[in-house]
């Protein structure tokens, strides 16, 4: 340039333009680095992981362990009580449902679900019963907050499990003994009956190898040769076989009925909100009974749903937005289905939607009126921007 | 026909708010962005009964409603001032470094020089002219300069902008080397260096200057839930004015045609076309990713030689079971060191093999109670970081550790404000890694590139080698909150002109 730049007259300029160009010198054009990094992103939380059924265990008459193995080898990385979002196609529907992984953080190769089936359900008794041995499917990577956090749960850990909820506590409990972790940890695991039992030889096998393992079996329904301990997790047992609660770390994972019930036990019992961590549990069962749900309207009641500048379609009141979108054919991200992760997330334009207390809703979300659609029960006719 | 006027790619404050004062401009104008909520990393989210603001500290450029400043205006012209609600913060920061010094400054003028005085009164009488530059400095760096600039005549910049003639390209440290002895002082004055991410010798004067002056005149703003309300917002508005959004819609490529914009392909493979794009992504990917030729970009690609990549952040964000009261908190913006020496803070930005030496604990709930459930309080506990000490961190050792790294910090926050640990409810640990994931930006940087003088826009020529391609954001211009939301504002408003002028 044979122009002098005009900025030349600002201290320092000059000086700036020839570092300028000594930095041009050694540095670079960065035209590798959006791949770098995406890459490195993806090794721990990819969008997607494509996925076979490798083995199918039978646990149970209702349970069985679906070992996936990743197509582009080694899965990601995940937390001991983390869980996958399976995405099948079940008559024709295309759906997903979160699980927790039962297998060990160590063993990297594949990601072990297992899964109940639910009287009723939509997914899980395809699962258990439909599902064959070299299927493909795909799931989104580990997610969730249920895990053993090192900076706050402390060295005295209790899990209440029930039903398949004993999933993430064994993964856990495998965790720590991999890691040997210096922790304490007292599985509490309920039943319904012997049968239903979910990985009694295993518990038993790590119930003999690990010290730091304390295993309580409760069953609610026992025949007449059982010996065990029976009834239900309740204030009574808790006091008996874990004393004093104070200072100690409790995960609960069970059906609906017994998150709440036990969550309440607990809290009667001093367990504060700090000390507990509850496992997301899928919407509510019953909308209707809940607090804010607007009388007059039954979960049987059809509604409008129309989809703003893509057509219109049925459903009914007490089911969740996200599941009807996906029966009517359009595809919205999801996750936790659980009200949690907001991956969900769609706007109400006009209409009424009731959100339970599962939805996890910003508090600017909810001026703005967008729901966490797994959770979100539309009760007059509604329209939405997807 | 074209599909839309304008498409903007990336929804974080830039994207917002030049996809809203398109289309209120009258542009029809299609907003995609890869995530399902707006916002960039103006965003926020919840865990158990917390929600957890992402990235704003202290909203700056507002001004109170009385003697409103420029940002207020550039909310009003995007539609959004009786959607978002302010909370104002009394104070700019407490600065602590144990055995050291443990001072609170004021949010004024007036308020920093008596609060000051006391502490240093062998240095009483250098901090009126100190903050009296800073003052003047503000209005010639965003008023005069841009004007005489325009004027082609050298001498107008030397007469009207004399002290930014003279201090504006300095580094802060050597300013503040002039003014003052005491070290101490010094760092309490230098305490925002970490809001820009560099060391205090290799940060312009004028960004620390007119950021000082900048909180103290026009205060420190909260947001009522959190700079996510500003983001939805500024989306509503958008959606009002007629436009168009996508979520979970990333795009994928920049198509040209002659050397110009056509259209934009999105992940999922559908093609919009346009004349206007404007990209809220990093430069580095516009230019070497989605540009369908990249050799188009030329001497951008030479340009980004000159840069360096950004500081990235390490924040926890923490729920705690206890009122700000009970940590013994009064103010929000806590700047909590083991030593007044920002050279060695920042070092340790690059290694996780040491501890940090410096830190920011803002108690959001401080002033708000709204964020957090009755008697709990929600904190964002950072620290910067390059993405870089992360560069050989195996997959299967993340987790544990980005843990041991969270229990350093909260080791050297637990310095001022003992018991922090006690009181966990709940936590989040976000790494540099975090960031890539969530706002897809190279380093995880938060301020685009490193905001050193040579990054300062006084000295940086503009490039722009793909007609109809724009870029708004914090890697074409300055980070932060304020600086992107008017970078955005003004991309729109260019873009616009050009377009009635042809109209017209
Ligand atoms: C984070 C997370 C982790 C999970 N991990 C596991 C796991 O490891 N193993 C496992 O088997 N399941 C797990 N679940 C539950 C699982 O995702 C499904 O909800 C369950 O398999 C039922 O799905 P479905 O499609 O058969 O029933 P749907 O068609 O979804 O529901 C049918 C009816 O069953 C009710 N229902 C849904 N889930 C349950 C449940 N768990 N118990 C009782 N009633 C229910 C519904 O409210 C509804 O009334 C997990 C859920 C979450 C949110
Ligand atoms: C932890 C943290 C703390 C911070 N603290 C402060 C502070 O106290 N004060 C302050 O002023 N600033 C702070 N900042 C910085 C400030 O938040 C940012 O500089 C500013 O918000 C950047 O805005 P932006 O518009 O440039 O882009 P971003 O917020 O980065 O948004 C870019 C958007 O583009 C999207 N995108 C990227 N690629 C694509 C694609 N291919 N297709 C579609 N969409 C795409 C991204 O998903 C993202 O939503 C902080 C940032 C962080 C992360
Ligand atoms: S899928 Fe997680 S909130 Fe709906």
């Known amino acids: ?386 | 026909m074209k599909d839309y006027d304008a498409i903007v790619i990336g929804a974080g404050n830039a994207g917002l708010s030049a996809a809203a004062t398109l289309q209120r401009g009258g542009m029809r104008t299609l907003l995609m962005e890869r995530h399902n909520i707006p916002g960039g990393c103006a965003t926020s989210f919840v865990r158990g009964d917390y929600e957890f603001e992402v990235a704003l500290h202290q909203l700056s450029g507002l001004g109170t409603e009385d003697q409103p400043a420029i940002l207020r205006h550039v909310f009003d012209s995007m539609g959004i001032s009786d959607k978002v609600d302010y909370v104002e913060e009394h104070h700019l920061y407490r600065y602590a470094v144990p055995g050291v010094i443990d001072i609170t400054l004021p949010a004024s003028v007036k308020g920093i020089i008596s609060v000051l005085s006391e502490a240093f009164p062998a240095e009483a009488d250098k901090l009126k002219p100190f903050l009296d530059l800073c003052e003047v400095l503000t209005l010639e760096a965003y008023m005069a300069y841009p004007r005489a600039k325009a004027t082609g005549d050298p001498e107008v910049i030397k007469k009207n902008c004399r002290n930014f003639v003279k201090y504006g390209l300095r580094n802060a440290k050597d300013v503040l080397d002039e003014f003052f002895d005491d070290p101490v002082l010094k760092g309490v004055l230098g305490g925002y260096w970490g809001y820009m991410g560099l060391p205090l010798k290799e940060l312009p004067f004028s960004d620390l200057g007119v950021m000082l002056y900048a909180y103290a005149a026009m205060k420190p703003w909260h947001v009522v839930g959190g700079s996510q309300a500003l983001s939805n917002a500024l989306l509503d508005s958008f959606l009002e004015a007629g436009g168009d959004v996508r979520f979970n819609c990333g795009a994928e490529q920049i198509t040209t045609d002659n050397g110009a914009v056509a259209a934009v392909r999105t992940e999922h493979g559908e093609i919009f076309t346009t004349n206007q794009v404007v990209s809220n992504a990093s430069s580095i990917l516009t230019y070497n990713q989605l540009l369908d030729r990249p050799e188009l970009a030329g001497d951008v690609r030479e340009d980004f030689k000159s840069r360096r990549m950004g500081v990235s952040g390490f924040v926890l964000y923490l729920g705690l079971d206890c009122t700000p009261e009970d940590l013994g908190i009064e103010v929000a913006t806590n700047f909590i060191a083991n030593t007044i020496d920002d050279e060695a803070q920042h070092a340790e930005a690059l290694t996780l093999d040491g501890a940090p030496k410096g830190c920011l604990f803002t108690c959001y709930t401080v002033g708000d109670e709204t964020l957090a459930p009755k008697g709990k309080s929600v904190v964002a506990l950072m620290c910067l970081q390059y993405g870089s000490a992360w560069d050989n961190v195996k997959p299967e050792d993340y987790a544990a550790t980005k843990f041991a790294y969270a229990e350093k910090l909260i080791d050297l926050a637990e310095t001022v404000i003992p018991s922090v640990r006690a009181h966990i409810e709940e936590i989040e640990v976000a790494t540099p890694m975090t960031m890539m994931r969530y706002l897809n930006t190279p380093g995880g940087a938060i301020y685009g590139f490193s905001q050193g003088i040579a990054e300062h826009g006084a000295v940086r020529d503009r490039v722009r080698p793909v007609h109809g391609l724009h870029l708004a954001g914090s890697w074409s211009g300055m980070g932060g909150f304020q600086p992107t939301y008017q970078a955005g504002a003004s991309v729109g408003g260019s873009i616009l002109r050009k377009q009635n002028k042809k109209a017209g």
């Not at chain 1, 340039?1 to 960065?30: C, H, N, P, W, Y």
């Not at chain 1, 979160?98 to 679900?113: M, V």
């Open chain 1, 1 to 386: 340039m044979t122009l002098k730049d005009i900025r030349s007259v600002i201290d320092g300029f000059d000086a700036t333009r020839a570092q300028m160009e000594d930095l041009a010198e050694t540095g670079q054009d960065f035209a590798n680095e959006g791949a770098r990094f995406q890459t490195r992103v993806a090794s721990l939380h990819p969008k997607r992981l494509a996925l076979t059924v490798s083995e199918l265990v039978e646990e149970t008459a209702t349970t069985r362990t679906l070992r996936l193995t990743g197509d582009a080898g080694t899965l990601p990385p995940f937390l001991a009580g983390q869980y996958v979002n399976l995405f099948v196609t079940v008559d024709g529907v295309e759906t997903a449902r979160p699980f927790a992984i039962s297998s060990a953080p160590q063993e990297c190769g594949h990601y072990d679900l297992t899964v109940r089936k639910i009287p009723g359900g939509f997914v899980s008794p395809w699962l258990v019963e439909g599902l064959q041995v070299g299927a493909k499917v795909s799931s989104s990577g580990p997610m969730g907050s249920f895990y053993v956090n090192p900076i706050h749960h402390g060295d005295d850990l209790v899990f209440l499990a029930g039903g398949s909820g004993v999933a993430p506590a064994i993964s856990m409990i495998r965790d720590i003994a991999a890691r040997r972790l210096p922790v304490k940890f007292h599985l509490i695991y309920g039943s319904r009956q012997t049968d239903d039992v979910i990985f009694q030889r295993e518990l038993s096998e790590l119930d003999a190898a690990c010290d730091f393992l304390t295993l309580t079996q409760v069953i609610s329904e026992p025949n007449d040769t059982y010996q065990g301990r029976s009834g239900f997790i309740d204030a009574a047992l808790m006091s008996e076989v874990c004393g004093e609660m104070t200072g100690k770390t409790v995960y609960l994972c069970g059906p609906p009925a017994m998150n709440a019930v036990c969550a309440k036990m607990l809290k009667d019992i001093g367990v504060t909100d700090k000390r507990l961590h509850i496992e997301a549990n899928g919407p509510p069962v019953d909308p209707t009974a809940r607090a804010g749900w607007p009388t007059g309207i039954g979960a049987d009641q059809k509604i409008t749903v129309t989809v703003n500048g893509r057509g219109s379609f049925e459903t009914t009141a007490g089911e969740p937005l996200l599941n009807a979108l996906e029966k009517a054919g359009y595809q919205v991200e999801n996750a936790c289905r659980s009200g949690e992760c907001s991956l969900c997330r769609i706007k109400v334009l006009s209409g009424d939607v009731f959100n339970p207390s599962e939805a996890k809703l910003r508090q600017s979300d909810r001026r703005f009126g967008w729901v966490h659609s797994c959770v979100a029960y539309a009760t007059s006719d509604v329209e939405i921007l997807l």
